[in-house]
């Protein structure tokens, strides 16, 4: 019976350490969330509520005494973190004004090469449909001003070549924001065999099995091409591309040129 009550304080106890340490880890999101002072010290309040009841609930003067430091600790925490709320939250304003800053300013450095590449896309597409039997279909939407903004993560493009092919090309954030890192552009392959699938669908719904994606390289200026463990032989394209302001253009413009080539030769044969 001595035992079931020791573990009964034991796991009170850990209770208290581990709620303690679940709420100090909430700080960051309540200096960065949109809560005032008057709410927060209400939030604080009613967890001190929490631990008195805990406490209630073993009589061990031991334990109690253990509980009594953690909450004497929590407190004093507790009343330092309400007196510098203000200030910490200025400070985080501040960190996420700068850090905008650098987004907005590393997305006009480098938003030529997206610009070039979006353009170029349907102006080859276009150009192949004036002469064609079979027209290719393309959405190519506009491009967010920041790359680092919520909605890239939305952005996609879609390509339909056939019934039973298309592309999807979309953006990758590297998170957290590094100077040196900008949204790869990952070139998505969908097929589709069984008569009832429908290639747009699939090309919206389903996480392609085929893929390609550009890195890029900013201290070197080049972007890498990276496959996943594909099938396809994508045909004359090379594993590294230069994106200095002199050969950027004609990088894209190879590496898609083959591309499309490459999967229009495919839908013939």
Known sequence: MAQIFENEKLIVIGGIINAVGLFLMTKGSLI?????????????????????????????????????????EFNEWAEAFIGNIESKKVEH??????????????????????????????????????????????????????????EVESFKSSIIFSESTAW?????????????????IMINFHFVNSPGENVRIVAERDFPK??????FDLKNKYFDIYEND????????KSRYSISNDNYKNSIKDLFTALIEFQI????S
């Open 32 to 72: 960065s969330s949109k809560k005032d002072k008057s709410e927060i010290v209400e939030k604080i309040k009613g967890f001190r509520e929490e631990m008195t009841e805990m406490k209630g609930t073993i009589t061990n003067k031991e334990s109690l005494n253990k509980i009594d430091k953690i909450e004497h």
């Open 168 to 184: 999807t090309i979309t953006l990758k954030i590297k998170k957290p924001y590094k100077e040196d890192k900008i949204p790869s």
């Open 265 to 268: 030769v495919n839908l013939k």
């Open 230 to 237: 594909s099938n396809i032989n994508f045909g004359d394209i």
């Open 93 to 150: 304003e501040k960190s996420e004004i700068i850090l905008k800053e650098k987004e907005i300013n590393l997305s006009k450095k480098w938003m030529h090469i997206y610009q070039y590449t979006f353009e170029l896309i349907p102006q080859m597409l276009k150009a192949y449909n004036q002469k064609a039997k079979n027209k290719i279909e393309f959405i190519i939407p506009e491009l967010p001003k920041n790359l680092f903004d919520k």
């Open 210 to 215: 085929e893929f390609l994606f550009l890195s």
